[in-house]
């Protein structure tokens, strides 16, 4: 089966929070990683989506990064919140 990412960043102007990440989030650009995989027997290309992941600041002191898997519903709810603040 073929398989692809599709890496896009977002930017909040507010800060934000998304359900299934549990805590709030500063503004600022994050990168969101969709991973597809390509529906067979079709006679064109087509995928379907399988996972929708946030890269996010650790609750480390570290500085780290940590990749969480949302709901990309939950993601837009967050983007129509943002863009409704102005």
Sequence with gaps: ?????????????????IKSI??????????IVTDEDMIDGLSFAS???TSTMM???ALSPRGSMEMIAI???????AQDEDAARG
Aim: charged share 30%; glycine share 4%; aromatic share 10%.
């Design 1 to 17: 089966m073929t398989s692809r990412s599709r890496r896009e960043t977002i930017v909040f102007k507010h800060p934000f929070k």
């Design 47 to 49: 995928f379907r989506r």
């Design 22 to 31: 549990g805590r709030d989030l500063a503004a600022g650009s994050y990168e």
């Design 55 to 57: 890269m996010v600041p």
């Design 71 to 77: 709901e990309p519903s939950e993601l837009s709810v």
